[in-house]
């Protein structure tokens, strides 16, 4: 039997804990966090805390002293441990606001729970076999002051990805309010097109992602030609390779999309330098 945390108290993952009056229930009124942890080491915490602490404050929840992020993290740590996932696991953390209605909230107070699933060592090398994927056009996700973080109001994703699984793809590209290309439903997008590399800005809605403020770092470090820039579909189906980044699989490259196929060259040189 495995166990979250559910603020601050540990349960058997069988053991509800929120009301039907909860706001993250009623509203996804909060957010969350995708860590990994790799050989008892929380990878790159102080960027995703701070880009946690960012949102929360967006979202105006109040912050009691003894709400830290350092408690966060001792309580993930000790959860891995309990679950005995020291050596590979993905971390969700979550909060969210407490009971009331739009206009009478209890209060706004920081809630959360934390889960751990352990993850194959081979999780964080880059894939063997290209992945299929596709463009979702049903819905678009909007480009405003909450669109960077890791809010609870997925729909546009949490669509796509049914969308992706119907048509038997690995993920699904999700558009902005533009019809320009945002995320894929779980990471952040980059395409390589002759000697340059481009991703969405976050002006285009996009997450800021850990992984992907890293790469463009690593990328401009190397001497490699990175651009931020609207991208189409178009420009998708017109580039010579295309890859996925987030904190669980670094780099995942791309195969094909519709009927056109990518290479991987600069995807592996890529991959190298962030090992």
Request: hydrophobic share 35%; with cysteine.
């Amino acid at each position: 039997m495995q166990y979250y945390i559910y603020n601050g108290k540990y349960y058997t993952e069988d053991t509800p804990n929120l009301t039907p009056n909860n706001r993250g229930l009623r509203y996804g009124d909060g957010l969350f966090e995708t860590l990994k942890v790799e050989k008892d080491n929380l990878l790159f915490a102080t960027e995703h805390f701070d880009r946690l602490w960012k949102g929360l404050h967006l979202l105006q929840f109040d912050l009691p002293n003894l709400f830290t992020k350092q408690k966060l993290q001792n309580e993930i740590m000790a959860l891995v441990k309990k679950n005995k996932h020291q050596l590979f696991a993905r971390v969700r953390l979550m909060v969210f606001k407490g009971d009331g209605g739009l206009y009478d909230a209890v209060n706004n107070n920081s809630n959360y729970t934390i889960q751990t699933w352990a993850l194959p060592s081979d999780k964080g090398l880059i894939n063997e076999n290209g992945l299929v994927i596709g463009i979702y056009n049903e819905a678009k996700k909007s480009c405003d002051i909450f669109s960077s973080i890791k809010h609870n109001n997925f729909l546009p994703y949490t669509m796509a990805a049914l969308f992706a699984k119907k048509n038997k793809w690995n993920d699904a590209l999700v558009l902005n309010q533009f019809g320009n290309i945002c995320d894929s439903t779980i990471a952040n997008v980059f395409i390589c097109k002759g000697d340059k590399i481009f991703t969405p800005p976050l002006t285009q809605g996009c997450i800021e992602g850990i992984t992907r403020n890293r790469i463009i770092k690593t990328l401009n470090e190397n001497g490699f030609n990175i651009q931020e820039k609207p991208l189409t579909p178009n420009n998708i189906l017109q580039a010579d390779e295309v890859f996925l980044t987030n904190a669980i699989t670094p780099i995942k490259w791309v195969k094909q999309i519709e009927d056109k196929t990518y290479s991987n060259k600069v995807v592996q040189k890529i991959y190298k330098l962030i090992l």
